[in-house]
């Protein structure tokens, strides 16, 4: 032990849609029956079928009817964007619905000479849209990923160092949030962009103060490399990136080991930025919420120059006004651009940064309840009701500020069609403002503060060069991965102190002058606490034996140097996986991984603030089920998950003793029934427990924070005739403990939301209007962290209203 210093529809990855997916693949479904494919083309074009779809976006309109009759449609997304569709209902042929939404685009179904067809302006070949040719063609579509029509799964992610990879064919529990769904659910924080997600917990935001309650499988992300934007680390001790510069949000369920390297086994959180459009993107979201919260979004993007080689998308925030807590306020802004030039054909070389600031008053760090509500006893002892989320309980001065700045760049060489080599490179600076405090507080609601002044600088450089190739021996075709990576992370801190101050009744919180006027800036942390070198050098193979089996080996070599604990560990972490298909749309698995990670620290409340302790091996068994068809998907999985255990004692001590042992099953089913109809569900049950602690204390016993049982359901349905779409949520998390020895917990809650969203046109241009309730009910809760005694409210019923609308 050592001391420290103290997509929108159609709007998903850019690329044409792929056409022709066989009939049989698209006419399973998991949840029973087989629809019958297609017969005879002229059949299927004469046929009447029954349209209710409403006025929307084009796109989106244009993949409803080929998904209702059955026939396909590929084309570029970006020549659909910004156009919009009228209502069709009534009954029509295929051509004859084609016909009414192509009306007045500009636009024209072309025939392929594959016999597909694509979509294209009508400018470029005058052909007539009573064509008869087209009456005779019978192919299928593909909904969009991450949209509404496909219950919004996706198909595909980055998947570390395996690169572009098939969801359904990858040996690793991820899930993708996509555009169009965080823009649904209006959501403004990864606490709601993923409570659809059982997996995920319970998390406060972070309107009013620091998100740090995060947990995946109840682990937390790893605080120096378990968020990254675009695979590369960005180091952050918060969960608060401002969503609206992200295409999508990957999480990586579990031990990241081979994948993304170092780093605790609670997951990563992967932010992929948005990028460049192929055609004019102009695009204004705005948003207000019942406390007088407003917001504004700008979202450029297009393409320049000689065959458009240069991109460039361009996104500017801000946001400003009343939180839903009595006299809290918030403000915050951000900017990103990203841009690209296609130098060749085969030479991709893109480059983006990023820069946000968001300060809130009248937060606090946690709760502990203890028999006094002295800041002297750090027992945890039973815990006070719930206290609404819209009661302040901290003085009105108290403020939390975060600053992120992220430069990145990486060059694509695509060497000959199966092999690739990238280049890339990511340095960022997160600060961190923190003046507030830390309540403790009985049953009575008595209580007492410690406040806390000081700031932190975090800056994180990662460099990485990754090479990917696909070659064949004998029947076995291989697709190969290696690399190096360097990662480095710098730690600094500047402290006004920390002092007692307010004591009295959590009912009637009294306002007190601030004790140290200005807060400390981020500026000001120049103090170097914590420095960490990473060097790996890793490696893959993925053996695909005929079509049905896959065998996945891959290791990396990592390198750890920690300055401040003074120690060098060098270790191999290996990577295995089993990958069975007995059908063509549905995936069998089983896979171990290993991950290498940093010892823990003890926070600046535990008795011995600062304490580093030795790094450790954790290991992670999986096995599970993912199967998809067009407009769904689902995916079965059981884990065992072995890392050191650490916890707090009764004493106020941070210790590293023994094993935590996670064991659980994840299920979940995202399906469209129909056109009205959609459902995302998912449930998780997880037994989180200590072994071999020193005389067997905390054998059995339960993880501080962390829940049995997680549940979360979410449904939209279409009002037929109507361009009106109603949704609902709800979500239980079971009872968690608040103490090592589990003889205090935090109740069980159940929340519900409720929203609505219209679409329509305003002077020829869509628009989306969209209102969610979040905590429909008003519940009052208390939010955990896992292996922690602390809590926080969570956030009341909140209402916001937004509008979108594209130029």
């Given at each position: 032990?050592?001391?420290?210093?103290?997509?929108?529809?159609?709007?998903?990855?850019?690329?044409?849609?792929?056409?022709?997916?066989?009939?049989?693949?698209?006419?399973?479904?998991?949840?029973?029956?087989?629809?019958?494919?297609?017969?005879?083309?002229?059949?299927?074009?004469?046929?009447?079928?029954?349209?209710?779809?409403?006025?929307?976006?084009?796109?989106?309109?244009?993949?409803?009817?080929?998904?209702?009759?059955?026939?396909?449609?590929?084309?570029?997304?970006?020549?659909?964007?910004?156009?919009?569709?009228?209502?069709?209902?009534?009954?029509?042929?295929?051509?004859?619905?084609?016909?009414?939404?192509?009306?007045?685009?500009?636009?024209?179904?072309?025939?392929?000479?594959?016999?597909?067809?694509?979509?294209?302006?009508?400018?470029?070949?005058?052909?007539?849209?009573?064509?008869?040719?087209?009456?005779?063609?019978?192919?299928?579509?593909?909904?969009?990923?991450?949209?509404?029509?496909?219950?919004?799964?996706?198909?595909?992610?980055?998947?570390?160092?395996?690169?572009?990879?098939?969801?359904?064919?990858?040996?690793?529990?991820?899930?993708?949030?996509?555009?169009?769904?965080?823009?649904?659910?209006?959501?403004?924080?990864?606490?709601?962009?993923?409570?659809?997600?059982?997996?995920?917990?319970?998390?406060?935001?972070?309107?009013?103060?620091?998100?740090?309650?995060?947990?995946?499988?109840?682990?937390?992300?790893?605080?120096?490399?378990?968020?990254?934007?675009?695979?590369?680390?960005?180091?952050?001790?918060?969960?608060?990136?401002?969503?609206?510069?992200?295409?999508?949000?990957?999480?990586?369920?579990?031990?990241?080991?081979?994948?993304?390297?170092?780093?605790?086994?609670?997951?990563?959180?992967?932010?992929?930025?948005?990028?460049?459009?192929?055609?004019?993107?102009?695009?204004?979201?705005?948003?207000?919420?019942?406390?007088?919260?407003?917001?504004?979004?700008?979202?450029?993007?297009?393409?320049?120059?000689?065959?458009?080689?240069?991109?460039?998308?361009?996104?500017?925030?801000?946001?400003?006004?009343?939180?839903?807590?009595?006299?809290?306020?918030?403000?915050?802004?951000?900017?990103?651009?990203?841009?690209?030039?296609?130098?060749?054909?085969?030479?991709?070389?893109?480059?983006?940064?990023?820069?946000?600031?968001?300060?809130?008053?009248?937060?606090?760090?946690?709760?502990?309840?203890?028999?006094?509500?002295?800041?002297?006893?750090?027992?945890?002892?039973?815990?006070?009701?719930?206290?609404?989320?819209?009661?302040?309980?901290?003085?009105?001065?108290?403020?939390?500020?975060?600053?992120?700045?992220?430069?990145?760049?990486?060059?694509?060489?695509?060497?000959?069609?199966?092999?690739?080599?990238?280049?890339?490179?990511?340095?960022?600076?997160?600060?961190?403002?923190?003046?507030?405090?830390?309540?403790?507080?009985?049953?009575?609601?008595?209580?007492s503060m410690r406040l806390w002044d000081t700031a932190n600088r975090f800056e994180s450089d990662q460099s990485q060069a990754m090479l990917n190739g696909k070659f064949t021996t004998g029947p076995i075709t291989h697709?190969?991965?290696?690399?190096?990576?360097?990662?480095?992370?710098?730690?600094?801190?500047?402290?006004?102190?920390?002092?007692?101050?307010?004591?009295?009744?959590?009912?009637?919180?009294?306002?007190?002058?601030?004790?140290?006027?200005?807060?400390?800036?981020?500026?000001?942390?120049?103090?170097?606490?914590?420095?960490?070198?990473?060097?790996?050098?890793?490696?893959?193979?993925?053996?695909?034996?005929?079509?049905?089996?896959?065998?996945?080996?891959?290791?990396?070599?990592?390198?750890?140097?920690?300055?401040?604990?003074?120690?060098?560990?060098?270790?191999?972490?290996?990577?295995?996986?089993?990958?069975?298909?007995?059908?063509?749309w549905i995936s069998t698995y089983v896979s171990y991984v290993e991950a290498f990670e940093e010892g823990g620290t003890a926070p600046d409340t535990a008795a011995n603030a600062g304490a580093v302790f030795d790094p450790?091996?954790?290991?992670?068994?999986?096995?599970?089920?993912?199967?998809?068809?067009?407009?769904?998907?689902?995916?079965?999985?059981?884990?065992?998950?072995?890392?050191?255990?650490?916890?707090?004692?009764?004493?106020?001590?941070?210790?590293?003793?023994?094993?935590?042992?996670?064991?659980?099953?994840?299920?979940?089913?995202?399906?469209?029934?129909?056109?009205?109809?959609?459902?995302?569900?998912?449930?998780?049950?997880?037994?989180?427990?200590?072994?071999?602690?020193?005389?067997?204390?905390?054998?059995?016993?339960?993880?501080?924070?962390?829940?049995?049982?997680?549940?979360?359901?979410?449904?939209?349905?279409?009002?037929?005739?109507?361009?009106?779409?109603?949704?609902?949520?709800?979500?239980?998390?079971?009872?968690?403990?608040?103490?090592?020895?589990?003889?205090?917990?935090?109740?069980?809650?159940?929340?519900?939301?409720?929203?609505?969203?219209?679409?329509?046109?305003?002077?020829?241009?869509?628009?989306?209007?969209?209102?969610?309730?979040?905590?429909?009910?008003?519940?009052?809760?208390?939010?955990?962290?896992?292996?922690?005694?602390?809590?926080?409210?969570?956030?009341?019923?909140?209402?916001?209203?937004?509008?979108?609308?594209?130029?």
């Amino acid at each position: 032990m050592f001391q420290r210093p103290s997509r929108e529809a159609f709007s998903f990855r850019r690329k044409p849609l792929l056409a022709t997916m066989s009939a049989a693949m698209l006419s399973m479904s998991m949840l029973g029956g087989a629809a019958s494919a297609a017969t005879a083309d002229a059949a299927v074009s004469a046929a009447q079928q029954r349209y209710q779809i409403p006025a929307g976006p084009l796109g989106r309109s244009l993949a409803s009817v080929a998904a209702i009759s059955g026939v396909s449609l590929a084309f570029d997304p970006a020549l659909a964007e910004g156009l919009s569709s009228p209502a069709l209902e009534g009954s029509f042929s295929v051509q004859a619905a084609f016909g009414k939404l192509l009306e007045g685009s500009g636009l024209e179904l072309v025939p392929r000479s594959d016999g597909s067809y694509t979509l294209r302006k009508q400018a470029a070949v005058p052909v007539s849209r009573a064509e008869p040719a087209l009456a005779t063609v019978t192919v299928r579509a593909q909904l969009a990923e991450g949209s509404e029509d496909r219950a919004y799964s996706v198909k595909s992610a980055n998947v570390g160092a395996l690169g572009d990879k098939s969801l359904k064919d990858t040996p690793f529990s991820i899930e993708v949030y996509s555009r169009e769904l965080i823009e649904n659910k209006q959501a403004r924080s990864l606490a709601d962009a993923t409570k659809g997600d059982a997996s995920v917990s319970l998390s406060s935001g972070d309107l009013v103060t620091e998100n740090n309650s995060l947990a995946i499988r109840g682990v937390a992300p790893d605080f120096y490399t378990g968020q990254r934007i675009d695979g590369m680390v960005t180091r952050s001790r918060a969960s608060d990136l401002p969503l609206e510069h992200f295409e999508s949000i990957d999480i990586l369920k579990g031990a990241s080991g081979f994948l993304y390297g170092f780093g605790a086994p609670g997951g990563v959180v992967n932010y992929v930025l948005k990028r460049p459009t192929e055609e004019p993107l102009r695009r204004l979201s705005t948003q207000i919420m019942d406390s007088g919260l407003g917001l504004v979004h700008g979202d450029l993007g297009g393409r320049l120059g000689s065959d458009n080689a240069f991109g460039y998308r361009l996104n500017l925030v801000h946001e400003e006004g009343d939180t839903y807590i009595k006299d809290g306020k918030s403000k915050r802004s951000s900017a990103s651009l990203t841009a690209d030039w296609r130098i060749r054909p085969d030479l991709l070389w893109r480059v983006d940064a990023m820069y946000a600031q968001h300060e809130r008053y009248g937060g606090y760090w946690g709760l502990l309840g203890n028999d006094n509500g002295s800041t002297s006893n750090s027992a945890v002892s039973q815990l006070l009701a719930p206290i609404s989320g819209s009661e302040r309980l901290a003085p009105a001065f108290t403020r939390y500020g975060s600053i992120h700045q992220s430069i990145g760049t990486d060059l694509n060489w695509t060497i000959e069609p199966d092999w690739t080599l990238q280049l890339a490179h990511r340095v960022s600076v997160n600060g961190r403002e923190f003046m507030a405090p830390l309540i403790y507080a009985d049953t009575k609601g008595n209580y007492s503060m410690r406040l806390w002044d000081t700031a932190n600088r975090f800056e994180s450089d990662q460099s990485q060069a990754m090479l990917n190739g696909k070659f064949t021996t004998g029947p076995i075709t291989h697709e190969v991965t290696t690399g190096v990576s360097r990662t480095q992370t710098l730690s600094y801190s500047a402290s006004g102190g920390s002092t007692a101050t307010a004591t009295g009744d959590l009912a009637s919180i009294q306002n007190y002058a601030n004790p140290y006027g200005a807060y400390v800036s981020y500026h000001d942390a120049n103090t170097e606490y914590d420095n960490i070198v990473r060097r790996e050098l890793f490696a893959s193979d993925t053996l695909h034996v005929g079509t049905d089996w896959d065998l996945i080996l891959g290791a990396r070599d990592g390198r750890l140097e920690d300055k401040y604990a003074d120690y060098k560990r060098s270790a191999i972490t290996p990577s295995l996986a089993l990958l069975f298909r007995p059908l063509p749309w549905i995936s069998t698995y089983v896979s171990y991984v290993e991950a290498f990670e940093e010892g823990g620290t003890a926070p600046d409340t535990a008795a011995n603030a600062g304490a580093v302790f030795d790094p450790m091996i954790s290991k992670q068994y999986e096995v599970g089920a993912k199967a998809e068809g067009s407009s769904w998907s689902a995916s079965a999985a059981a884990f065992r998950l072995q890392r050191a255990l650490t916890i707090t004692t009764s004493d106020n001590v941070y210790s590293q003793d023994g094993e935590a042992l996670y064991k659980g099953l994840e299920l979940s089913l995202k399906k469209r029934f129909g056109q009205q109809w959609m459902l995302s569900s998912s449930v998780m049950w997880l037994d989180a427990t200590g072994r071999k602690t020193d005389g067997g204390l905390y054998d059995g016993k339960q993880i501080q924070g962390v829940a049995r049982q997680q549940l979360s359901n979410y449904v939209e349905y279409r009002v037929a005739g109507l361009p009106l779409t109603l949704t609902g949520g709800v979500r239980y998390i079971g009872k968690r403990p608040l103490d090592a020895d589990n003889q205090w917990h935090v109740g069980s809650v159940t929340l519900l939301d409720a929203g609505v969203r219209y679409v329509t046109e305003l002077a020829g241009h869509p628009v989306t209007l969209r209102l969610n309730v979040d905590n429909l009910a008003d519940k009052a809760y208390w939010v955990t962290a896992p292996e922690s005694s602390y809590v926080q409210q969570g956030a009341p019923r909140t209402f916001k209203l937004g509008m979108q609308m594209d130029f």
